[in-house]
Protein backbone atom coordinates (compact mmCIF):
# COMPACT_ATOMS: atom_id res chain seq x y z
CA UNK A 1 0.00 0.00 0.00
CA UNK A 2 1.13 3.32 -0.84
CA UNK A 3 2.49 6.04 1.86
CA UNK A 4 0.36 8.85 2.87
CA UNK A 5 3.14 11.58 1.14
CA UNK A 6 3.01 9.24 -2.05
CA UNK A 7 -0.74 9.85 -2.18
CA UNK A 8 -0.48 13.05 -1.18
CA UNK A 9 2.26 13.77 -3.98
CA UNK A 10 0.24 12.21 -6.61
CA UNK A 11 -2.67 14.22 -5.97
CA UNK A 12 -1.00 17.58 -5.49
CA UNK A 13 0.33 16.12 -9.48
CA UNK A 14 -3.45 14.91 -10.41
CA UNK A 15 -4.74 18.42 -9.43
CA UNK A 16 -2.16 20.20 -10.96
CA UNK A 17 -3.19 18.38 -14.58
CA UNK A 18 -6.13 19.12 -13.94
CA UNK A 19 -5.83 22.77 -13.66
CA UNK A 20 -3.78 22.73 -17.19
CA UNK A 21 -6.54 20.88 -18.68
CA UNK A 22 -9.82 23.01 -17.75
CA UNK A 23 -7.25 26.25 -18.75
CA UNK A 24 -6.86 24.53 -21.97
CA UNK A 25 -10.78 24.20 -22.67
CA UNK A 26 -11.20 27.39 -21.92
CA UNK A 27 -8.70 28.54 -24.20
CA UNK A 28 -10.15 26.24 -26.53
CA UNK A 29 -13.99 27.20 -26.04
CA UNK A 30 -12.75 31.15 -27.23
CA UNK A 31 -10.86 30.24 -30.34
CA UNK A 32 -13.82 27.56 -31.24
CA UNK A 33 -16.46 30.78 -30.68
CA UNK A 34 -14.33 32.77 -33.06
CA UNK A 35 -13.73 30.15 -35.30
CA UNK A 36 -17.32 29.73 -35.58
CA UNK A 37 -18.01 33.28 -36.49
CA UNK A 38 -15.50 33.01 -39.45
CA UNK A 39 -17.45 30.23 -40.52
CA UNK A 40 -21.01 31.61 -40.29
CA UNK A 41 -19.06 34.77 -42.42
CA UNK A 42 -17.92 32.22 -45.09
CA UNK A 43 -20.95 30.34 -45.88
CA UNK A 44 -23.08 32.96 -47.82
CA UNK A 45 -20.24 33.66 -50.01
CA UNK A 46 -19.64 30.22 -50.72
CA UNK A 47 -23.53 29.49 -51.38
CA UNK A 48 -23.33 32.71 -54.09
CA UNK A 49 -20.29 30.96 -55.73
CA UNK A 50 -22.12 27.68 -56.12
CA UNK A 51 -25.13 29.67 -57.11
CA UNK A 52 -23.62 31.67 -59.62
CA UNK A 53 -22.00 28.89 -61.53
CA UNK A 54 -25.06 26.27 -61.66
CA UNK A 55 -26.99 29.33 -63.15
CA UNK A 56 -24.13 29.92 -65.72
CA UNK A 57 -24.54 26.05 -66.86
CA UNK A 58 -27.78 25.48 -66.35
CA UNK A 59 -28.98 28.24 -68.47
CA UNK A 60 -26.00 27.76 -71.61
CA UNK A 61 -26.87 25.11 -73.83
CA UNK A 62 -24.47 21.87 -73.46
CA UNK A 63 -21.51 24.28 -72.00
CA UNK A 64 -18.24 22.19 -72.41
CA UNK A 65 -15.58 23.41 -69.75
CA UNK A 66 -12.21 21.60 -68.85
CA UNK A 67 -13.29 22.19 -64.87
CA UNK A 68 -16.60 20.50 -65.42
CA UNK A 69 -15.80 17.53 -67.77
CA UNK A 70 -14.89 14.22 -66.38
CA UNK A 71 -11.57 12.43 -67.47
CA UNK A 72 -10.03 8.84 -67.30
CA UNK A 73 -7.84 9.06 -63.78
CA UNK A 74 -4.93 7.66 -64.08
CA UNK A 75 -3.54 10.54 -60.66
CA UNK A 76 -5.59 11.58 -57.87
CA UNK A 77 -5.14 14.79 -55.36
CA UNK A 78 -6.02 14.64 -51.71
CA UNK A 79 -5.75 17.68 -49.84
CA UNK A 80 -6.05 16.39 -46.60
CA UNK A 81 -6.83 19.07 -43.28
CA UNK A 82 -5.54 18.14 -39.59
CA UNK A 83 -4.47 19.98 -36.81
CA UNK A 84 -0.84 20.80 -36.06
CA UNK A 85 -0.97 20.14 -32.71
CA UNK A 86 -2.20 17.08 -30.65
CA UNK A 87 -4.75 17.26 -27.15
CA UNK A 88 -8.02 16.89 -29.52
CA UNK A 89 -9.11 13.62 -29.09
CA UNK A 90 -9.66 11.48 -31.84
CA UNK A 91 -9.69 14.37 -34.28
CA UNK A 92 -6.32 13.70 -36.55
CA UNK A 93 -6.51 10.42 -36.24
CA UNK A 94 -10.38 10.27 -37.36
CA UNK A 95 -9.79 12.56 -40.76
CA UNK A 96 -6.36 11.11 -41.69
CA UNK A 97 -7.79 7.63 -41.33
CA UNK A 98 -11.09 8.56 -43.10
CA UNK A 99 -9.17 10.14 -45.94
CA UNK A 100 -6.82 6.69 -46.41
CA UNK A 101 -10.05 4.48 -46.18
CA UNK A 102 -11.32 6.18 -49.25
CA UNK A 103 -7.61 5.91 -51.27
CA UNK A 104 -8.11 2.91 -53.92
CA UNK A 105 -4.29 3.01 -55.12
CA UNK A 106 -1.51 4.89 -52.86
CA UNK A 107 0.90 4.89 -55.69
CA UNK A 108 -1.85 7.14 -57.88
CA UNK A 109 -2.01 9.99 -55.39
CA UNK A 110 -0.07 13.17 -54.14
CA UNK A 111 -1.46 14.73 -51.50
CA UNK A 112 -1.46 18.38 -49.61
CA UNK A 113 -1.63 17.98 -46.03
CA UNK A 114 -2.81 21.05 -43.54
CA UNK A 115 -1.08 20.44 -40.21
CA UNK A 116 1.53 18.63 -39.08
CA UNK A 117 -0.80 15.88 -37.74
CA UNK A 118 -1.75 14.93 -41.19
CA UNK A 119 2.03 15.34 -42.41
CA UNK A 120 3.09 12.60 -39.88
CA UNK A 121 0.60 10.44 -40.57
CA UNK A 122 1.20 10.09 -44.46
CA UNK A 123 4.72 9.99 -43.92
CA UNK A 124 4.68 7.41 -41.89
CA UNK A 125 2.71 5.53 -44.90
CA UNK A 126 5.60 6.61 -47.39
CA UNK A 127 2.69 8.56 -49.31
CA UNK A 128 3.98 11.59 -51.90
CA UNK A 129 3.22 14.77 -50.55
CA UNK A 130 3.28 17.21 -53.00
CA UNK A 131 3.64 20.07 -50.76
CA UNK A 132 2.48 20.54 -46.69
CA UNK A 133 1.34 24.01 -44.50
CA UNK A 134 2.19 24.20 -41.04
CA UNK A 135 1.29 26.64 -38.42
CA UNK A 136 -2.14 27.66 -39.80
CA UNK A 137 -4.54 24.63 -39.00
CA UNK A 138 -5.91 26.84 -35.91
CA UNK A 139 -5.88 29.90 -37.44
CA UNK A 140 -7.01 29.47 -41.58
CA UNK A 141 -6.09 32.58 -43.81
CA UNK A 142 -7.79 32.86 -47.28
CA UNK A 143 -4.09 33.84 -48.83
CA UNK A 144 -3.32 30.10 -48.21
CA UNK A 145 -6.75 28.43 -49.63
CA UNK A 146 -5.88 30.57 -52.59
CA UNK A 147 -2.07 29.51 -53.21
CA UNK A 148 -3.74 25.92 -52.74
CA UNK A 149 -6.32 26.25 -55.22
CA UNK A 150 -3.51 27.83 -58.17
CA UNK A 151 -1.78 25.08 -57.72
CA UNK A 152 -4.67 22.11 -57.84
CA UNK A 153 -5.69 24.18 -60.89
CA UNK A 154 -2.22 24.22 -62.55
CA UNK A 155 -1.61 20.89 -61.92
CA UNK A 156 -5.18 19.42 -63.16
CA UNK A 157 -4.30 21.85 -66.53
CA UNK A 158 -1.46 19.99 -67.25
CA UNK A 159 -2.92 16.95 -66.88
CA UNK A 160 -0.49 15.72 -63.62
CA UNK A 161 -3.94 15.23 -61.72
CA UNK A 162 -7.39 14.07 -63.21
CA UNK A 163 -9.47 14.61 -59.76
CA UNK A 164 -8.80 16.21 -56.41
CA UNK A 165 -10.58 15.32 -53.02
CA UNK A 166 -10.93 17.84 -50.24
CA UNK A 167 -10.66 15.67 -47.03
CA UNK A 168 -11.72 17.66 -43.55
CA UNK A 169 -14.07 17.72 -40.81
CA UNK A 170 -17.11 19.16 -40.48
CA UNK A 171 -18.30 21.05 -37.57
CA UNK A 172 -21.89 20.08 -37.08
CA UNK A 173 -21.99 21.11 -33.03
CA UNK A 174 -19.77 21.69 -30.23
CA UNK A 175 -19.35 18.05 -29.45
CA UNK A 176 -20.17 16.95 -32.70
CA UNK A 177 -17.66 16.86 -35.25
CA UNK A 178 -17.69 14.85 -38.76
CA UNK A 179 -15.06 13.56 -41.18
CA UNK A 180 -16.12 14.88 -44.71
CA UNK A 181 -14.51 14.14 -48.07
CA UNK A 182 -15.90 16.06 -51.14
CA UNK A 183 -14.67 16.35 -54.99
CA UNK A 184 -13.74 19.65 -55.97
CA UNK A 185 -12.34 19.13 -59.72
CA UNK A 186 -13.84 18.28 -61.80
CA UNK A 187 -16.60 20.50 -60.69
CA UNK A 188 -19.73 18.57 -60.30
CA UNK A 189 -22.47 21.24 -60.78
CA UNK A 190 -25.46 18.74 -60.47
CA UNK A 191 -24.70 18.56 -56.49
CA UNK A 192 -25.56 22.09 -56.59
CA UNK A 193 -28.96 22.29 -57.16
CA UNK A 194 -29.30 20.06 -53.85
CA UNK A 195 -28.09 23.38 -52.01
CA UNK A 196 -29.45 26.52 -53.92
CA UNK A 197 -32.34 26.47 -55.70
CA UNK A 198 -31.76 28.47 -58.93
CA UNK A 199 -34.46 30.84 -59.96
CA UNK A 200 -34.98 30.41 -63.10
CA UNK A 201 -37.21 33.91 -64.04
CA UNK A 202 -33.49 35.98 -63.45
CA UNK A 203 -32.52 36.04 -67.13
CA UNK A 204 -28.53 37.10 -67.06
CA UNK A 205 -26.25 38.00 -69.46
CA UNK A 206 -22.51 37.02 -69.33
CA UNK A 207 -19.89 39.37 -70.96
CA UNK A 208 -17.86 38.40 -72.49
CA UNK A 209 -19.03 34.31 -72.42
CA UNK A 210 -20.30 32.17 -70.16
CA UNK A 211 -16.96 30.63 -70.46
CA UNK A 212 -14.81 33.68 -69.94
CA UNK A 213 -17.16 33.97 -66.73
CA UNK A 214 -16.30 30.39 -65.44
CA UNK A 215 -12.78 30.99 -66.20
CA UNK A 216 -12.98 33.66 -63.34
CA UNK A 217 -15.44 31.86 -61.42
CA UNK A 218 -14.58 28.34 -60.52
CA UNK A 219 -10.84 29.38 -59.43
CA UNK A 220 -12.54 32.33 -56.63
CA UNK A 221 -14.97 28.62 -55.66
CA UNK A 222 -12.13 26.23 -55.65
CA UNK A 223 -10.13 28.52 -53.07
CA UNK A 224 -13.57 29.49 -51.30
CA UNK A 225 -14.67 25.58 -50.73
CA UNK A 226 -10.81 25.11 -48.97
CA UNK A 227 -11.29 27.66 -47.38
CA UNK A 228 -14.48 27.25 -46.21
CA UNK A 229 -12.88 23.56 -45.60
CA UNK A 230 -10.02 25.16 -43.22
CA UNK A 231 -12.38 27.07 -41.41
CA UNK A 232 -14.45 24.34 -40.59
CA UNK A 233 -11.69 22.04 -39.77
CA UNK A 234 -10.49 25.22 -37.43
CA UNK A 235 -14.02 25.32 -35.49
CA UNK A 236 -14.11 21.01 -35.54
CA UNK A 237 -10.54 21.18 -34.04
CA UNK A 238 -11.50 23.46 -31.08
CA UNK A 239 -14.84 21.87 -30.59
CA UNK A 240 -12.83 18.30 -30.20
CA UNK A 241 -9.92 19.98 -28.38
CA UNK A 242 -13.02 21.16 -25.75
CA UNK A 243 -14.27 17.91 -25.26
CA UNK A 244 -11.35 16.12 -24.80
CA UNK A 245 -10.09 18.57 -22.34
CA UNK A 246 -13.37 18.83 -20.34
CA UNK A 247 -13.21 14.83 -20.23
CA UNK A 248 -9.12 14.86 -19.18
CA UNK A 249 -10.77 17.25 -16.63
CA UNK A 250 -13.81 15.35 -14.95
CA UNK A 251 -11.11 12.24 -15.48
CA UNK A 252 -8.57 13.70 -13.11
CA UNK A 253 -11.11 14.64 -10.61
CA UNK A 254 -12.17 11.13 -10.70
CA UNK A 255 -8.79 10.29 -9.44
CA UNK A 256 -8.42 12.84 -6.98
CA UNK A 257 -11.61 11.44 -5.38
CA UNK A 258 -10.67 8.30 -5.22
CA UNK A 259 -7.05 9.23 -4.08
CA UNK A 260 -8.32 11.69 -1.27
CA UNK A 261 -10.76 8.05 0.04
CA UNK A 262 -7.26 6.13 -0.40
CA UNK A 263 -5.50 9.15 1.79
CA UNK A 264 -8.26 9.10 4.26
CA UNK A 265 -8.18 5.43 4.73
CA UNK A 266 -4.34 5.43 4.88
CA UNK A 267 -4.34 8.26 7.50
CA UNK A 268 -6.71 6.77 9.72
CA UNK A 269 -4.92 3.16 9.47
CA UNK A 270 -2.04 4.95 10.58
CA UNK A 271 -4.17 7.08 13.69
CA UNK A 272 -5.45 3.56 14.50
CA UNK A 273 -2.06 1.89 14.85
CA UNK A 274 -0.65 4.81 16.80
CA UNK A 275 -3.43 4.70 19.53
CA UNK A 276 -2.67 0.55 19.42
CA UNK A 277 0.56 1.14 19.94
CA UNK A 278 -0.34 4.06 22.89
CA UNK A 279 -2.60 1.86 24.70
CA UNK A 280 0.01 -1.20 24.17
CA UNK A 281 2.82 1.06 26.13
CA UNK A 282 0.50 2.21 28.84
CA UNK A 283 -1.05 -1.32 29.54
CA UNK A 284 2.89 -2.05 29.80
CA UNK A 285 3.46 0.00 32.21
CA UNK A 286 0.73 -1.10 34.36
Known amino acids: MASIRDIKRRIKSVDSTSQITKAMKLVATAKMQKAKQNLEATRPFFNKMQATIASIVNRSNGIIHPYLTERKV ?3 MYIVMASDRGLAGGY ?3 ISKFAYNHMSDKNNVKLITIGKKAKDYFNRRNFNIYDSY ?3 SENPKYFYAAKIGETILDLYKKQEID ?3 LAYTSFKSTINQEPMIIKILPV ?4 FEEVNEIDNTDIMNYEPSEEGVLNYVIPKYISSIIYGAMVEAAASEQGARMTAMDS ?12 TLQYNRARQADITQEISE ?5 EALN
Do not use: H, R
Open 74 to 76: KNT
Open 92 to 94: NVN
Open 134 to 136: LGI
Open 163 to 165: EVY
Open 188 to 191: DVSK
Open 248 to 259: ATENAEDIISKL
Open 278 to 282: IVAGA
